[in-house]
Nanobody, 115 residues
Framework: QGQFVESGGGLVQPGGSLRLSCVAS????????MGWYRQAPGKQRELVAGITSGSNTNYADSVKGRFIISRDNAKNTVWLQMNSLKPEDTAVYYC?????????WGQGTQVTVSS
């Protein structure tokens, strides 16, 4: 049982949309900033979106205007709405604290953008 469980990934065509969900079982979720990270084959893991406990957000330049991160502290859940998807978005997506807790990486969810 992972402390962060990601879901919602899949195969989508370029220009399509996908919504990822992350449910946390950690008790301190509501007072910690969270982030969505991704890792493509052969590349380093990168932060794509962050959100504070009060729902202030920030985004990597590569996804600004296309992705939206949100959270519901009462549900211990953080979402990533991904729009106008590009092949370059193909990666395994993970949620974690921001900054990440390195003992908390889960399985992630695969997002594949392909025509």
């Amino acid at each position: 049982q992972g402390q962060f469980v990601e879901s919602g990934g899949g195969l989508v065509q370029p220009g399509g949309s996908l919504r990822l969900s992350c449910v946390a079982s950690v008790s301190i979720f509501s007072i910690r900033a969270m982030g969505w990270y991704r890792q493509a084959p052969g590349k380093q893991r990168e932060l794509v979106a962050g959100i504070t406990s009060g729902s202030n957000t920030n985004y990597a330049d590569s996804v600004k205007g296309r992705f939206i991160i949100s959270r519901d502290n009462a549900k211990n859940t953080v979402w990533l709405q991904m729009n106008s998807l590009k092949p370059e978005d193909t990666a395994v997506y993970y949620c974690n604290f921001k900054p990440p807790g390195y003992g908390y990486w889960g399985q992630g969810t695969q997002v594949t953008v392909s025509s």
